[in-house]
């Protein structure tokens, strides 16, 4: 049974940084899942954040993180990671991470493993 466990959450305020983690445990390898972010903001959809390759070689990001957010991940560990720097008030929402053999079906939010979420809240 495949569980994604997210840690790192909190309250910042804007302009610091956080890193979220998601510790993999299940029967796949992890390192033949792609893993990725997403994110949830009351009275929003869920939004598309950031995913990495098996290897880590290939990242993507959405628009609006890229050159802050960092998306890591260590196979040794099952576990990936989201660095989030320099946050912005706009940034706050439960984080979801999620894994799938597809990226494709991970990018459209129909990965088959989801975490619970860790909730990023940002103050001025």
């Known amino acids: 049974q495949v569980q994604l466990l997210e840690s790192g959450g909190g309250l910042v305020q804007a302009g610091d940084s956080l890193r979220l983690s998601c510790v993999y445990s299940?029967?796949?390898?992890?390192?033949?899942?792609?893993m990725g972010w997403f994110r949830q903001a009351p009275g929003k959809e869920r939004e598309f954040v950031a995913a990495?390759?098996?290897?880590?070689?290939?990242?993507n990001y959405t628009g609006s993180v890229e050159g802050r957010f960092t998306i890591s991940r260590d196979n040794s560990k099952n576990t990936m990671y989201l660095q989030m720097n320099s946050l912005k008030l706009e940034d706050a929402a439960d984080y979801y991470c999620?894994?799938?053999?597809?990226?494709?079906?991970?990018?459209?939010?129909?990965?088959?493993?989801w975490g619970q979420g860790t909730q990023v809240t940002v103050s001025s």
């Open positions: 299940g029967g796949y390898s992890f390192g033949n899942l792609v």
């Open positions: 990495i390759s098996t290897r880590g070689y290939v990242t």
């Open positions: 999620c894994a799938d053999r597809s990226l494709a079906k991970l990018r459209r939010a129909e990965a088959d493993y």
